[in-house]
């Protein structure tokens, strides 16, 4: 008891044997999939939402959707600060799942009732009042739901397994490739299914309806997994330990760095389970973080530990993968946009069946769908053979 309570004073994860692993990942994995086939539905489908039934023009349309979009992705980041610092993560991800399903209500209600619509003979007229109030606020609580759910998510799912374990260590590696499935498995029934119900059949309210329930029975499957999850206790946000670095460090801006790096300020009590990582010479001018003023006691926003520092240079390091991924999204977003805007004036026809302008992405998921299984069930075990890594070859060189 004493231990756990230690433990959880310090924001530390708590391992049970009997729980964790790939039983409480299952939980994740279905409810993933449920979820995201509302979301990825939704992302590809919405702008003809907002040409035919809200009346925007072209680039209003493709605007507002790509704000949406990026609204939601912003928004992890409040639900990942959430789930360290205040709540467990399954109850981050129950608080917001029940913002998403309000947000789902609002929106299937303004798709249902007609007199929430523009006026139907006006070409040009964009919703105005209470029907534009409820527009907005729907698609932001939505944004909000959808973001809260994958700041917390995938965390929850690496919490299951222990680093420490080896055995559990690569079964990390191999989590996230099953997540990834799961999430292609749901997006590929929501641009099909869904997306065909939505705008081939005009029946917004149905599709939104239909969506919530879905993602219902996705939130009630995780409920299920309660008792097999390993929850982490919460404590501090690495968000406000990168926070804490840069004041810090621009606060000891005009102190002079230690000519050894053993001189940086460190926590070497053997009562610390927190590990350890050796100092870097790289950005040294991070380093004056560490660098503790003379009759100044180690305090959090007086000195930080090279470790923090350390764990601060490693986001640093990984700056120009996250700004390569603002070129790929630039082109998914004329993906989700103007290429379905443009499938609406072409021949949608294949044999006898006729595909909605919104289905295209369908193509990407369908090859993502067949090559994760392909990766992970013949490439890594090969290449683990050969490099003797536990995931066949690093994350850098995939």
Request: with cysteine; proline share 5%.
């Given at each position: 008891?004493d231990?756990t309570?230690e433990?959880?004073?310090?924001?530390?994860?708590?391992?049970?044997?009997?729980?964790g692993g790939?039983?409480?990942?299952?939980?994740?994995?279905?409810?993933?999939?449920?979820?995201n086939i509302?979301?990825?539905?939704?992302?590809?489908?919405?702008?003809?939402y907002?040409?035919?039934?809200?009346?925007?023009?072209?680039?209003?349309?493709s605007?507002?959707?790509?704000?949406?979009?990026?609204?939601?992705?912003?928004?992890?980041?409040?639900g990942?600060?959430?789930?360290?610092?205040?709540m467990?993560?399954?109850?981050t991800?129950?608080?917001?799942?029940?913002?998403?399903?309000?947000?789902?209500?609002?929106?299937?209600?303004?798709?249902?009732?007609?007199?929430?619509?523009?006026?139907?003979t006006?070409?040009?007229c964009?919703p105005?009042?209470s029907?534009?109030?409820?527009?907005?606020l729907?698609?932001?609580?939505l944004?909000?739901g959808?973001?809260?759910?994958?700041?917390?998510?995938?965390a929850?799912?690496?919490?299951?397994?222990?680093r420490?374990?080896?055995?559990?260590?690569?079964q990390?590696?191999?989590?996230?490739?099953w997540?990834?499935?799961?999430?292609?498995?749901?997006?590929?029934?929501?641009?099909?299914?869904?997306v065909?119900?939505?705008s081939?059949?005009?029946?917004?309210a149905v599709?939104?309806?239909s969506?919530?329930?879905?993602?219902?029975v996705?939130?009630?499957?995780?409920?299920v997994?309660?008792?097999?999850?390993?929850?982490?206790v919460?404590?501090?946000?690495?968000?406000?330990?990168?926070?804490?670095v840069i004041?810090?460090?621009?606060?000891?801006?005009k102190?002079?760095?230690?000519?050894?790096?053993?001189?940086?300020?460190?926590?070497n009590?053997k009562e610390?389970?927190?590990?350890?990582i050796?100092?870097?010479?790289?950005?040294?001018?991070?380093d004056?973080?560490?660098?503790l003023?003379?009759?100044?006691?180690?305090?959090?926003?007086?000195v930080?530990?090279?470790?923090?520092?350390?764990?601060?240079?490693?986001?640093?390091?990984?700056?120009?993968?996250l700004a390569?991924?603002i070129?790929?999204?630039?082109?998914?977003?004329?993906?989700?946009?103007?290429?379905?805007?443009?499938?609406?004036?072409m021949?949608?026809?294949?044999g006898?069946f006729?595909?909605p302008?919104?289905?295209?992405?369908?193509?990407?998921?369908?090859?993502?769908?067949?090559?994760v299984?392909?990766?992970?069930f013949a490439?890594?075990?090969?290449?683990?053979?050969?490099?003797?890594?536990p995931?066949?070859?690093?994350?850098?060189?995939?």
């Open positions: 008891m231990d309570m433990a959880a004073e310090k924001g530390l994860k708590i391992f049970h044997p009997r729980k790939y039983r409480a990942a299952m939980f994740i994995f279905v409810m993933t999939g449920l979820e509302g979301f990825i539905a939704n992302m590809v489908s919405l702008v003809l907002f040409l035919g039934v809200m009346h925007f023009g072209s680039a209003d349309a605007t507002t959707l790509t704000n949406f979009i990026g609204a939601t992705f912003l928004l992890t980041i409040l990942g600060f959430i789930s360290d610092t205040y467990t993560r399954l109850n991800v129950l608080m917001f799942g029940l913002v998403e399903m309000v947000g789902y209500i609002l929106v299937t209600i303004q798709a249902h009732y007609k007199n929430l619509h523009p006026d139907p006006c070409l040009t964009k105005e009042g029907s534009k109030t409820l527009f907005y729907s698609f932001c609580l944004a909000l959808y973001g809260g759910v994958r700041g917390a998510l995938p929850l799912g690496a919490d299951q397994f222990d420490k374990d080896p055995k559990e260590r690569k990390l590696g191999s989590f996230f490739n997540l990834l499935m799961s999430i292609t498995l749901g997006a590929t029934f929501g641009v099909t299914v869904i065909w119900v939505s081939e059949k005009s029946t917004w599709g939104f309806f969506q919530m329930l879905i993602a219902i996705g939130f009630g499957f995780l409920t997994g309660k008792p097999f999850y390993r929850n982490r919460a404590g501090d946000s690495p968000l406000l330990y990168v926070l804490q004041v810090v460090a621009i606060r000891n801006r102190l002079s760095l230690p000519d050894s790096s053993e001189q940086l300020y460190e926590i009590d610390v389970v927190e590990e350890k050796p100092h870097t010479d790289q950005f040294r001018f991070l004056k973080a560490a660098v003023a003379p009759d100044t006691s180690p305090e959090p926003w007086k930080c530990t090279v470790t923090q520092v350390e764990e601060i240079k490693i986001l640093t390091r990984m700056l120009p993968i390569s991924t070129l790929m999204n630039t082109c998914l977003a004329q993906l989700q946009t103007f290429s379905v805007q443009q499938g609406i004036f021949d949608l026809s294949l006898r006729d595909i302008p919104a289905s295209i992405p369908v193509i990407p998921l369908v090859f993502m769908s067949v090559l299984p392909v990766y992970e490439f890594v075990p090969l290449a683990r053979r050969l490099t003797g890594h995931t066949g070859i690093t994350h850098c060189r995939r």
